[in-house]
């Protein structure tokens, strides 16, 4: 038996991170993978038993979860985001909300047949999104910065609100069993004070406590992260020993407070809860799916399925038109908002707690133990048909970039600004960052978008605009500089889009380590001084069309060795940087960005084969 349990356990961590891996090949929504496996090693196949795997230890273990993943959400709520979306966002949690538990409701009555507490009680659970859901979704889709910071606040802040909600409903229905309906409201509005109150004093005091330890220095680096998971997991219970559920509330301010101060440095716990928050979102989803029973799958009829097309087609797109009365927003960008509600984990471990506790409380509602099955149903069809469909309506709405190929120029130096100038021609969005204001200016006067700043800096990282950027090149003649900006938007654009400058020998015996660099532009002897150089014996980036009868080769022995290859745009947009390790073979139907001498061209062209390989567009650019 206890072999069994064991095989049992690891099937759940090997299926859920098997699960996240297969989706990521066939690009498909992880939670839709997540369920199918739950599904099949629990009800289908029987192979998976939480309740006799876990026992009493299940929902206390699905609790202390979902308070990690929703305190790894608050640790991406930057205030800073708000300062466009504050009211909208704040419309979506208060009136967008009570929108759709009231239409969620209605619908419930009506499609389902449930009946009115019940509906109630399933209204508000499907009030939640969750950050489990919308983060991927925004990460796969990469929306405007106004639609990606009002999605990912209001999916965050959300998941308390519609779990305290859910409460109150649940505990106004055990009320009104035995009291009269005036003492139910006075429970309600007690409780939402209680929860507030609860929830702000422990998940304040958890990060003030935590803010103040990592700033003596009274936790070693190596115990950073487990300290910080075991303060928030403090806070979640203490906030509920206060008020039951109310520690979701606690821990999501926890994240918030901590992501805004400027004190002390977290960045070591992002990193650890963001690898976390993966394998607890793949656990859950196969431990509560499995749960479930064929029977009660059986019993839903066509009606879920209409229930849920209510939801996505009339009571969010309500929800969303009267938050943003007035907003800033642009019609398409409300129009994404309100295609982009899908639930997620929160939902589920809130279905599953308080269907179960409906049924033992026996308060005569017959449907208590279709809650978790008719809440599942609307996970897999939200997210069926968000994940599906929210790319290709947001690249037809026009705010959307799904695959940025924008990119980030560190350094606004005069050959900067040419390269810069070359790739706005092309099409390309590109964002040059300086400290010197005579390059900015510059830069701005030539009409390409700059920023005055350190790019290093946290301020600079939240006030730039990265709109359809997708890669950083870090250009500077600081080699330090260049190494550190790779490091430092690594996490923002991964590290394979992270490039640097050959640094000098002397810059890369200290920098030695692959983890402390970028990607090597270029050449590795193409270096800041030696391209320096290239600029003032008078070369310049030009753009050249590949086809058929004028291949890269060919461009080669026109121009010679000496010309250097330094991007390729490829037929559909996609910019591919030269690297030394691993430069692109540019083929037809690409345009090759090189650095050629003015002097190059006529000493090639003297051949008569060289002339019958000319270009077929002359497209050398004019120095910025």
């Known amino acids: ?36 496996c739950g599904l099949l090693a629990g009800p289908v196949f029987g192979f998976i038993h939480p309740d006799r795997l876990l026992g009493n230890l299940l929902f206390p273990f699905v609790s202390l979860a979902v ?27 208060i009136i967008g909300a009570a929108v759709t538990w009231a239409g969620a409701s209605v619908a419930a009555v009506w499609i389902l047949g449930f009946e009115l507490r019940l509906a109630l009680l399933l209204g508000a659970v499907v009030v939640v999104t969750g950050p489990t859901v919308i983060g991927p979704l925004l990460r796969h889709v990469q929306p405007t910065a106004k639609v990606g910071s009002t999605l990912k606040w209001e999916g965050i802040l959300i998941d308390p609100i519609g779990a305290t909600l859910a409460l109150l409903v649940f505990e106004a229905i055990i009320i009104a069993e035995s009291a009269a309906a005036a003492d139910a409201a006075r429970a309600v509005a007690i409780g939402i004070g209680r929860t507030i109150l609860a929830g702000g004093l422990a998940g304040g005091a958890g990060a003030l406590i935590l803010v103040q330890m990592l700033k003596r220095y009274w936790i070693p680096d190596y115990l950073q992260s487990v300290v910080a998971l075991g303060m928030v997991l403090t806070a979640l219970v203490a906030s509920d020993a206060m008020q039951p559920e109310s520690g979701l509330l606690a821990v999501t301010l926890m994240g918030v407070i901590l992501a805004n101060q400027k004190s002390a440095d977290i960045h070591a716990i992002i990193e650890f809860k963001e690898n976390l928050k993966v394998l607890l979102i793949s656990t859950l989803f196969i431990l509560l799916s499995a749960r479930l029973q064929i029977d009660d799958l059986r019993a839903m009829p ?9 939801l996505i087609v009339l009571v969010r797109p309500l929800a969303v038109w009267l938050s943003t009365l007035g907003s800033s927003l642009s019609l398409p960008e409300k129009g994404l908002i309100a295609w982009m509600a899908p639930r997620g984990i929160v939902a589920a471990a809130v279905a599953s707690v308080f269907g179960l506790r409906l049924v033992e409380a026996d308060v005569g509602i017959a449907q208590a133990d279709l809650l978790a099955p008719v809440t599942f149903m609307v996970i897999i069809g939200t997210v069926a048909v968000y994940g599906l469909t929210a790319s290709p309506i947001a690249r037809a709405l026009g705010v959307a970039f799904p695959n940025p190929q924008g990119i980030l120029l560190v350094g606004a130096h005069y050959w900067a600004r040419n390269l810069a100038g070359v790739l706005v021609d092309c099409g390309i969005p590109i964002l040059l960052t300086d400290t010197n204001p005579a390059n900015i200016r510059a830069a701005r006067m030539a009409g390409l978008p700059s920023y005055l700043g350190n790019a290093l800096s946290e301020q600079a990282t939240e006030e730039m605009d990265l709109t359809g950027i997708g890669r950083m090149v870090a250009l500077t003649s600081n080699d330090e500089i260049n190494a550190l900006a790779a490091v430092h ?36 002897d193409l270096t800041h001084a030696r391209m320096s150089r290239l600029f003032a014996e008078g070369a310049t980036v030009k753009r050249t069309p590949l086809t058929e009868s004028f291949t890269y080769d060919d461009f080669r022995e026109l121009y010679g060795e000496d010309a250097v290859a330094l991007m390729v745009i490829e037929s559909e947009g996609r910019v591919r940087v030269m690297t030394v390790k691993d430069p692109p073979s540019p083929g037809p139907g690409t345009t090759l960005l090189s650095l050629v001498k003015e002097t190059q061209r006529p000493a090639r062209a003297q051949s008569p084969d060289a002339q019958q390989k000319e270009p077929p567009t002359d497209l050398s650019e004019k120095p910025r």
Do not use: C
């Open 302 to 310: 066509w009606r879920a399925t209409a229930f849920v097309v209510v």
């Open 489 to 524: 938007y690594a996490s923002v654009f991964s590290r394979a889009e992270s490039y640097q400058l050959a640094s000098s020998s002397e810059a890369k015996s200290e920098l030695s380590s692959e983890r402390l660099r970028g990607r090597e532009l270029f050449g590795p």
């Open 67 to 93: 308070g990690v993943i929703l305190f790894e959400g608050g640790l991406t709520l930057k205030l800073s985001d708000l300062r466009e979306t504050r009211s909208t966002v704040l419309n979506l949690i």
């Open 1 to 36: 038996m206890e072999h069994h349990f064991l095989i049992e356990l690891t099937a759940i961590f090997v299926l859920g991170i098997g699960a996240q891996w297969v989706s990521w090949r066939m690009r498909l929504p992880a939670i839709l993978m997540l369920l199918l």
